[in-house]
């Protein structure tokens, strides 16, 4: 099949929206995972023994279970118990705790790694369970972390095609929907990869520099 650059033009408002849409999906996505993230690894740490296995058995079982199956689930089986979620809000849940779970074991790292010396001296100098998290561990435990959430992130983005799986408009989604139109699947599938190349070497170069910002640590 020949390639239609007049048909590429009619068809290029119609894959920007996608792009907006896939975007959003993985920033949304990107917040809620980091906030799911911390809470799991935060619950895994607590002295209640029945909260921290409880929590990182639930972890597991998302980790050891395919996002795809998860967003079936979200979508196609939480109607029945009465839970109706947007396809765009079931997809920014999906991805957020699917990739939550791997974040909670970069922020389990990054946990691990400040000295122990740092809780001694907090707790040295009356600090609550509170402060001691939010003024000493945190800020030293998170920027080490952030080249490898970014790295998830990224993944994350390149994960957005499964929500057409439960009908978001995202890029792939409107590519599939053009090319069924049109019987012509040359010109928006190549789009479709050049979009997600584009923007992921971006997203290279974004993690390079996260890793030369933020990936040595000085004790």
Not at 37 to 64: P, Q
Request: proline content about 5%; overall charge positive; some cysteine.
């Amino acid at each position: 099949m020949d390639w239609d650059w007049n048909f590429v033009w009619q068809i290029f408002p119609t894959l920007l929206e996608g792009v907006r849409i896939t975007i959003l999906a993985t920033i949304l996505g990107s917040i809620v995972a980091a906030i799911v993230g911390l809470l799991i690894a935060l619950a895994r740490r607590s002295e209640n023994r029945v909260l921290a296995r409880t929590v990182g058995f639930v972890a597991e079982f998302i980790r050891g279970t395919p996002l795809l199956v998860q967003l079936y689930f979200i979508f196609y089986v939480l109607p029945d118990i009465g839970i109706l979620l947007p396809p765009l809000v079931a997809g920014v849940i999906g991805l957020g705790l699917h990739y939550g779970t791997y974040a909670a074991e970069v922020y389990r790292g990054g946990i691990d790694n400040v000295p122990r010396g740092q809780w001694e001296a907090a707790k040295a100098c009356n600090l609550t369970a509170r402060q001691t998290w939010i003024h000493v561990i945190l800020p030293q435990a998170i920027p080490p972390m952030i080249p490898a959430l970014a790295n998830y992130f990224v993944a994350m983005f390149k994960e957005t095609p499964l929500l057409s799986a439960i009908t978001v408009l995202e890029l792939m989604n409107q590519a599939k929907s053009v090319a069924n139109t049109y019987y012509r699947y040359v010109e928006p599938m190549t789009l479709v990869g050049a979009f997600f190349l584009v923007i992921s070497l971006f997203s290279v170069v974004l993690l390079r520099w996260l890793e030369r910002r933020y990936g040595r640590v000085e004790r």
